[in-house]
């Protein structure tokens, strides 16, 4: 088990509603885009001490898990901020470059800041959701809202290899670790491509083996949930 579905089983929240968690977390997106990013910095704050405190997590450990996507959310930031132009009368900031400036003007850092705060907000209530809310009863709501049948098992078993693939990594770069696979730069460059080699070769017999098992026990297409 992974330690987001761990922490999702745990949490001090279990035995309310998935349905009402999931309205929540859709009012909670809602506000996040229709308020000013004052409310959602916020927003931020309430909804992250919450989510520290239903889920039992240390701080430091919650901080690491939102720089994960830090890096879209960056490089998403600096092409709204910067813009390109011969002239500099509307930069605030601006980087001579080839006869022409790059800088960030008034709108633009604006735009940014916005831009910033909604996603940043968003973000902070989409960990609430899914650090709150098993994939089990995810596929509950899911059913119960009338999703296609189709879209909730492929859900699910993107799910499962989610968990194959994880495991397989695991086992592999283990084994490399104990023969110092990964000492010295040759070394590496050597045993990653022999991981993501046999990370695919692992992971095709194991779904080989996943439709075989389904096939003796007559699976018709449906997963019953």
């Given amino acids: 088990m992974l330690l987001i579905?761990?922490?999702?089983?745990?949490?001090?929240?279990?035995?309310?509603?998935?349905?009402?968690?999931?309205?929540?977390?859709?009012?909670?997106?809602?506000?996040c885009f229709l308020t000013r990013p004052i409310v959602q910095g916020g927003l931020s704050i309430v909804i992250g001490v919450?989510?520290?405190?239903?889920?039992?997590?240390?701080?430091?450990?919650?901080?690491?898990?939102?720089?994960?996507?830090?890096?879209?959310?960056?490089?998403?930031?600096?092409t709204v901020?910067?813009?390109?132009?011969?002239?500099?009368?509307?930069?605030i900031f601006e980087i001579p470059l080839f006869n022409h400036f790059l800088g960030v003007t008034h709108s633009s850092?604006?735009?940014?800041?916005?831009?910033?705060?909604?996603?940043?907000?968003?973000l902070v209530c989409t960990y609430f959701f899914i650090l709150t809310v098993p994939?089990?009863?995810l596929l509950i709501v899911m059913k119960r809202a009338h999703f296609p049948?189709?879209?909730?098992?492929?859900?699910?078993?993107?799910?499962?290899?989610i968990f194959i693939f994880a495991?397989?990594?695991?086992v592999i770069k283990r084994a490399q670790d104990m023969r110092f696979g990964f000492k010295g730069l040759k070394n590496s460059y050597q045993s990653l491509g022999v991981l993501i080699k046999m990370l695919f070769f692992q992971t095709f017999d194991r779904f080989n083996k996943m439709i075989l098992s389904l096939?003796?026990?007559?699976?018709?297409?449906?997963?019953?949930?």
């Fill in 81 to 91: 901020l910067f813009s390109f132009s011969s002239s500099s009368k509307s930069f």
């Fill in 50 to 78: 919450i989510t520290i405190y239903v889920t039992k997590i240390t701080l430091k450990r919650y901080l690491k898990w939102l720089l994960v996507p830090a890096p879209f959310l960056v490089i998403s930031i600096l």
């Fill in 215 to 225: 096939e003796m026990k007559f699976f018709d297409g449906d997963f019953p949930l």
């Fill in 135 to 137: 994939f089990s009863q």
């Fill in 5 to 31: 579905d761990k922490i999702a089983y745990e949490n001090r929240m279990i035995e309310i509603s998935p349905a009402s968690k999931s309205i929540l977390y859709l009012l909670l997106l809602i506000t």
């Fill in 149 to 161: 049948a189709l879209l909730i098992e492929l859900t699910m078993l993107m799910y499962r290899f």
């Fill in 109 to 122: 850092l604006l735009i940014g800041l916005k831009l910033f705060f909604r996603s940043f907000s968003c």
């Fill in 167 to 170: 495991n397989e990594f695991l």
